[in-house]
Nanobody, 121 residues
Framework: QVQLVESGGGLVQAGGSLRLSCAAS????????MGWYRQAPGKQREMVAT???????NYADSVKGRFTLSRDNAKNTVYLQMSTLKPEDTAVYFC???????????????WGQGTQVTVSS
């Protein structure tokens, strides 16, 4: 199986910054796309940012220019640098990884347990 361990959430004032980290471990043959999603109370989970194994990134329009996603393939870790945070960024942030396990032919999507980000106004 795959374990995704997230860290870096917390409480910050509007305009502040936070960095989220997510490390993948387990019986990993390969990891393709990794990313972050978020879910605010009463809302559906939405994509925040994703990054491929070749470092191609995709961002939600709401975070472009404020969030930066990077990846360390040697450590199977992604980092989400969040700047100029807004109260509407408040949500539980979930890490995801599209990974193929040893002995498997196809990738599956795995999720972390989520980390709370709260931005006060």
């Amino acid at each position: 199986q795959v374990q995704l361990v997230e860290s870096g959430g917390g409480l910050v004032q509007a305009g502040g910054s936070l960095r989220l980290s997510c490390a993948a471990s387990g019986s990993l043959f390969s990891i393709n796309t990794m990313g972050w999603y978020r879910q605010a109370p009463g809302k559906q989970r939405e994509m925040v940012a994703t990054i491929t194994s070749g470092d191609s990134t995709n961002y939600a329009d709401s975070v472009k220019g404020r969030f930066t996603l990077s990846r360390d393939n040697a450590k199977n870790t992604v980092y989400l640098q969040m700047s100029t945070l807004k109260p509407e960024d408040t949500a539980v942030y979930f890490c995801s990884a599209d990974a193929t396990l040893w002995g498997s032919y196809f990738p599956n999507r795995y999720w972390g347990q989520g980390t709370q980000v709260t931005v006060s106004s």
